[in-house]
């Protein structure tokens, strides 16, 4: 129940950004493309969580014409369909374990998560409306547990609309979910009979649904000679299970903020 989420899901709301910058003259769609970018973020120390951290962003992605491969947080997304708008393909993943590093009394005495290996895909859709660099994307991405950390699977689903505001800065506006299966939200949501005893807090497991909902805004500004700018703000709430959870209750909070800033260079 790290940042992890939230780290992926910052991820995903700048990598559309990043991927749409304005094209310099250098830009060439039937030759490889290669965009970097590094920053921080800030988010909660894990989901639910009242403390903070500081993070760094890395970021890569090669592209020719339609295809890209491209990290997301900790993992890779790549895009196998030769198609304007529909986009297609796996991702791979990496989720840390939940340990005594978290800065919380309580729950830094929990039995720890394993971290684990997920893998799933993606699906995303573009229709243009109004000028040319206007659209409004769709994308459900499911991730699976390949280890035994969780043994479940999430679902991530969110609908962006982009709009180009000038030849340099570009708005993007996202609404987003998240749904977990049972093993899954039991496993970072739920209260086992130990934890009950260490935390002393009641017994509870967690069912199967929407975790949460919440929207983001980012910024991005293209400066001369290929280098560009980028500023990301997000809220959620957390709903469903996660509210529910006695964690949540006694030592978190439902409402979930994040930033970051960041600097980009393509080649």
């Known amino acids: 129940m790290q940042s992890l989420v939230i780290f992926i899901l910052l991820v995903i ?3 559309s950004t990043y991927a749409q910058q304005r094209p310099q003259e250098s830009f060439n769609l039937n030759s490889w493309n290669v965009i970097v970018a590094t920053g921080t973020f800030v988010s909660p120390q894990f989901e639910g969580s009242k403390q903070y ?3 760094p962003l890395p970021f890569i992605r090669a592209s020719k014409g339609n295809y890209f491969i491209q990290t997301e947080g900790p993992g890779l997304t790549a895009n196998i369909l030769n198609h304007s708008r ?7 993943q990496f989720r840390s374990e939940r340990d005594k590093d978290v800065k919380n009394s309580v729950l830094k005495k929990f039995k720890t998560i394993n971290s684990s ?4 895909g993606f699906l995303s859709y573009s229709i243009p409306v109004g000028a040319p660099g206007t659209n409004i994307t769709t994308k459900i991405k499911a991730m699976f547990d390949l280890g035994d950390a969780h043994n479940g699977y999430t679902i991530n689903s969110s609908i962006t609309f982009n709009k180009v ?4 800065t570009r708005i993007g506006i996202t609404l987003s979910t998240n749904f977990g299966d049972q093993n899954y939200n039991n496993t970072y949501y739920g209260l086992s009979a130990y934890n009950k005893i260490i935390s002393g807090y009641s017994l509870y497991e967690a069912g199967s649904g929407f975790n949460d909902i919440g929207s983001s805004v980012n910024v991005t500004y293209s400066l001369k000679n ?3 700018l980028i500023g990301i703000f997000g809220y959620k709430k957390l709903i469903g299970p996660a509210k529910n959870s006695p964690i949540i209750k006694n030592i978190g909070t439902r409402n979930q903020f994040l930033s970051s800033i960041g600097v980009s260079y393509r080649f």
């Open 53 to 55: 951290r500081v993070l």
């Open 13 to 15: 709301f700048s990598t």
């Open 226 to 228: 290929n280098w560009g």
């Open 117 to 120: 290996i997920e893998a799933g």
């Open 165 to 168: 505001l000038n030849r340099r």
């Open 86 to 92: 529909l986009k297609l393909g796996p991702s791979l």
